[in-house]
């Protein structure tokens, strides 16, 4: 069997794997990193997305033994000191979930976006997530989370996003109030 050197949240691990074991699974029954869920296994929906070298990788198209040598950085890495990731926070602080399942994902697409992108509008954002699907929200507070992340990250104070309306709340744009779904290649009224 084939054996593995990859750094994961900061810590290196050396680990025999089979060949076709996908680097979700390894993360997540091998290193008990279960932050990281599964939810397509086929690269669709993005809810097992992690940094890979400092780029954002949907872990169930890796196989682990092509992250050897790797460093990864998982959802449950972010945090640091007991304080939450000023990402993973604007998403708290937004209600950016409901069931929470792509959530990790989510953060992690967002924080590689940012990368290219330190203060991007709400469309850059939408085609910037494109490939992480969320059954539940509608987009829109995933959309101020990443905003309200970006402006934490780049050290601005929270204030209203620049999409925002004094007549919108969390949990209450155009969008969700009209009951028209938002989300991937749909813009938001």
Do not use: W
């Amino acid at each position: 069997m084939p054996r593995v050197t990859v750094t994961v949240d900061g810590v290196a691990y050396e680990e025999e794997v089979e060949p076709r074991l996908l680097l979700v699974h390894f993360l997540r029954d091998r290193l008990g990193r279960t932050g990281t869920p599964v939810g397509c296994d086929t690269g669709n929906c993005g809810s097992c997305t992690v940094m890979l070298d400092g780029r954002s990788a949907k872990s169930c198209s890796v196989l682990a033994v092509q992250a050897d040598g790797s460093d990864v950085v998982t959802v449950e890495g972010l945090a640091s000191g007991g304080e939450l990731h000023p990402m993973q926070r604007a998403f708290h602080e937004e209600h950016a979930l409901q069931c929470g399942y792509c959530t990790p994902g989510m953060i992690m697409a967002a924080i590689d976006l940012l990368r290219d992108d330190p203060d991007p509008s709400e469309e850059a954002v939408r085609q910037g997530l494109k490939g992480n699907l969320c059954r539940c929200t509608g987009y829109c507070t995933i959309v101020r989370a990443v905003r309200r992340g970006a402006r934490a990250m780049s050290g601005e104070p929270p204030g209203e996003t620049a999409g925002e309306t004094a007549g919108e709340t969390a949990g209450e744009t155009a969008g969700e109030t009209a009951g028209e779904p938002v989300g991937e290649g749909v813009a938001a009224p």
